[in-house]
């Protein structure tokens, strides 16, 4: 009996060995978005296909899987969302090691995608161009059923026109546009009205435009059109509004007018016999005279910009088209104990705006509840100082913090109906106290 005994337990002596050597556990987390509405999807299913492991995303959006053995992972998730949208959210291959790797993110199509796809079916024709945006409240930010989206342009010279009703959640989508045309489009629903918004369509592309609903005002735009060489009014210049019925021609000393032009985007052209014509697109804010300064050549040269004055508060400034206005007053007790433009930035109490910044950017979140800022979710907000855009976030940040004298901040939807941001990126408007620096001039 013992001489069978002794070898057996010479053989689980050898064994044991062998299975404390497994490699160790590894564990992935990362949170699940929604690309259509721009906020984490709480209550999401995330399953590692073909095994027993599953988890459901928290209210932050966020999943956690522990304890998985080292290998290669496909990841899905489900969510009711996605069946509302009819798609499905495809598979995202991950490995897992014995140290925790980052935090992946899981996300719905986009809308953008979503419209294109949904062209292709109507059209069947993967080269079309189209249109798809969103139609919101501007001071609610939700989006608006059953509101109304006209889109005009000229063929043949013949004007054109397209209604498109949005449907349950203020979505719309016009395919099959035409490309290289100026189209023009607005937004409406009962009494409320959008800035005018234009743009032109490439091949194959689906372009975002969106739009926010309020109480706009007509404007009056008036100008005076110059000789680059001798300053003086030029005299029989024919001036539009490219695309819409205004059209005037200047009188003996260069001026001209457009009553009652509505809010919104438009091209001018100006036309003249001596001169080379020229083309400038100009924003027309709610309720404010806009004057222009228009300097022509007789040959076709780099002119500088139409110079644009404002003569009554800036649209950027108004609640009623969005945006929030953080005054000199506001400010004030902040500077104190800050000095650059990002801490001033940091220390503001705007609910639902996070900033932080990234390697070679700037993020700005904005969202409902503490929502956990991942490290992969960085949002690059555009920048605008003193109306103009600046393309170097990191530079702005390090300006001082006393030459600012007031700053507006815009959520992700408003900006991309009043500045075309696609509806994914915040804007923040910087007012200085005495112009744009040198060093950030254009």
Not at 353 to 381: N, P, W, Y
Request: glycine share 10%.
């Amino acid at each position: 009996m013992r001489r069978l005994l002794l070898p057996s337990l010479l053989t689980l002596a050898l064994a044991a060995p062998a299975a404390g050597a497994q490699e160790p556990l590894g564990r992935l987390t990362g949170f699940v978005w929604d690309s259509t509405t721009g906020e984490t999807l709480a209550g999401a299913q995330v399953v590692l296909w073909g095994t027993s492991h599953q988890a459901r995303t928290n209210e932050a959006g966020t999943f956690r899987f522990e304890d998985l053995p080292p290998g290669s992972y496909s990841v899905v998730f489900f969510h009711s969302r996605l069946a509302h949208l009819g798609i499905s959210s495809g598979s995202q291959t991950v490995a897992v090691g014995a140290e925790e790797a980052e935090p992946i993110v899981l996300s719905t199509p986009s809308m953008t995608t979503i419209m294109a796809n949904l062209c292709l079916l109507d059209t069947g024709d993967p080269g079309s161009a189209g249109a798809t945006g969103q139609i919101v409240d501007a001071s609610a930010g939700v989006g608006m059923p059953r509101a109304r989206v006209t889109l005009r342009w000229m063929d043949d010279n013949r004007p054109r026109e397209l209604p498109i009703e949005a449907d349950a959640e203020g979505w719309f989508r016009a395919c099959d546009l035409p490309r290289a045309v100026p189209i023009s489009a607005v937004a409406s629903f009962l009494g409320m009205a959008s800035p005018r918004r234009e743009f032109e369509l490439g091949a194959s592309e689906m372009h975002r435009v969106d739009f926010a609903l309020g109480s706009l005002d007509e404007s009056d735009v008036v100008g005076t059109v110059r000789d680059l060489d001798t300053e003086a009014g030029i005299e029989g210049a024919e001036v539009r509004l490219r695309g819409t019925d205004h059209f005037t021609v200047t009188n003996e000393f260069g001026d001209f007018s457009f009553r009652d032009v509505d809010p919104g985007e438009y091209t001018l052209q100006v036309d003249h016999i001596a001169h080379a014509s020229r083309t400038e697109v100009i924003n027309v804010g709610s309720g404010v005279g806009v004057r222009l300064g228009i300097i022509m050549a007789e040959d076709a040269i780099e002119l500088d910009p139409v110079v644009v004055d404002i003569e009554a508060r800036s649209t950027a400034e108004r609640f009623a088209t969005g945006g929030q206005l953080i005054t000199a007053e506001e400010l004030e007790p902040i500077k104190e104990r800050v000095n650059t433009l990002m801490d001033l930035l940091f220390q503001t109490t705007i609910p639902g705006l996070v900033v932080r910044r990234a390697e070679t950017d700037v993020c700005i979140h904005f969202g409902s509840g503490q929502v956990r800022f991942m490290k992969s979710g960085c949002e690059s907000a555009a920048f605008y100082l003193d109306g103009a855009r600046q393309v170097d976030a990191q530079v702005l940040m390090n300006l001082p913090d006393d030459i600012v004298d007031r700053i507006v901040v815009y959520r992700p939807v408003e900006a991309g109906a009043l500045f075309g941001t696609g509806g994914s990126r915040g804007v923040i408007m910087i007012y200085t106290k005495g112009g744009v620096p040198r060093s950030l001039r254009r």
